[in-house]
C-alpha cells in the first residue's frame, strides 16, 4: 500500500511539473502572438508629439532636455540610465530626470510635473507615453549602465541594500521572490535578478504594455508595485530609493539588448 502511495504521489508530481512546463510555453506563445500588435506603439507615437509640443509656463518643448548624452539627444539615452547628472549633482533614472526637464524647461511645478504618474481608464497620464518614446529610442541596444562616478557607485549599494532588505507584516524583501531560480507565483515566472541572463531579459523589457491594465506601465510603477505587494509603504513617485534599486537592477542587466516597451500579461 505504501508503495502504490510513493507512485500516486511520484505521478502527481510529474503531472505537476509537465503543467508547469506547458503553462510556461502557452503564456510565452501568447505573448508572441500579441507582439507584432503590441498597444505599447500608440503610447510611443503619442510621447513623442508630447515631447515635441511646447507646454508649461514658459511654453517649451522638451526638446532640449539632457538625458545623459547631451541636450536633445534621446537615441540611446535611455540604455545608459540610471546615471550620474552633474548639474544637479546626484544620479537619476528616466522618470526622475523627466521631472527635472519639465520643470527647469517648461516652468511646471513639481505637483504639475508628478501629475497622474500612473494612468487609469479616463484618467490619461502623460509621463507613460513619454517614457514609452524615449525608451523605444534605446530598443535594439545594449545596455551600458555607466558606473565610474562615486554616487553612481553609491546608489548602486544602496540599491543592492534595498533589493535585501527584509520588512513588513510579511518580513518579505525583494530578494524573496527574485534571487532564487525557477521560482513561481500562480502561473508567473519569477526571474533570478541576480542571474545576468534573467535581470537582462527582466529589465530589458520594461516599460511594458499590461494587457490586464489596458496601460503602459514604467518601472517605477513596477517597482512600485512590488513595494506594495510586500505590505511595504509606498514610495513617493520620483524617490531617490526607486532610482537606487533600479540602478542596481539596470546595472544587473548590463550588456543586455535592450527590448522594450514590451507586452506583459
Not at 36 to 47: C, F, H, K, V
Not at 144 to 169: D, N, Q, T
Not at 200 to 225: C, F, I, K
Request: with cysteine; net charge positive; charged share 25%.
Amino acid at each position: 500500500m505504501k508503495c502504490i502511495g510513493y507512485f500516486l504521489a511520484a505521478l502527481a508530481f510529474g503531472a505537476t511539473s509537465y503543467a508547469t512546463a506547458d503553462t510556461s510555453d502557452e503564456i510565452a506563445k501568447y505573448r508572441q502572438l500579441l507582439a507584432d500588435g503590441n498597444p505599447a506603439e500608440l503610447w510611443e507615437m503619442r510621447g513623442e508629439e508630447l515631447w515635441k509640443t511646447k507646454a508649461g509656463p514658459k511654453n517649451a518643448t522638451l526638446e532640449k532636455c539632457d538625458l545623459g548624452k547631451g541636450p536633445g539627444i534621446v537615441k540611446g539615452a535611455y540604455a545608459e540610465l540610471p546615471r550620474y547628472f552633474k548639474d544637479v549633482n546626484k544620479v537619476m533614472d528616466l522618470e526622475q530626470r523627466l521631472m527635472h526637464c519639465r520643470m527647469t524647461l517648461q516652468g511646471l511645478t513639481l505637483e504639475q510635473a508628478t501629475a497622474v504618474p500612473f494612468g487609469a481608464t479616463g484618467k490619461p497620464s502623460l509621463i507613460e507615453p513619454m517614457v514609452s518614446y524615449i525608451t523605444a529610442e534605446s530598443r535594439g541596444m545594449k545596455m551600458s549602465v555607466p558606473m565610474s562616478h562615486p554616487e553612481e557607485k553609491r546608489a548602486y549599494e544602496i540599491g543592492k541594500k534595498v533589493f535585501f532588505y527584509r520588512g513588513g507584516s510579511h518580513d518579505f524583501a525583494c530578494a524573496t521572490c527574485h534571487a532564487t531560480d525557477k521560482q513561481r507565483i500562480r502561473l508567473q515566472d519569477l526571474p533570478n535578478l541576480l542571474n545576468k541572463n534573467d535581470a537582462q531579459a527582466a529589465y530589458g523589457t520594461w516599460p511594458a504594455y499590461r494587457v490586464s491594465q489596458g496601460e503602459v506601465r514604467t518601472m517605477q510603477h513596477r517597482l512600485n508595485d512590488c513595494f506594495r505587494q510586500q505590505r511595504f509603504p509606498t514610495p513617493v513617485y520620483g524617490s531617490d530609493v526607486i532610482t537606487a534599486v533600479t540602478m542596481f537592477l539596470a546595472k544587473n542587466a548590463d550588456g543586455g539588448v535592450y527590448n522594450g516597451p514590451a507586452l506583459k500579461r
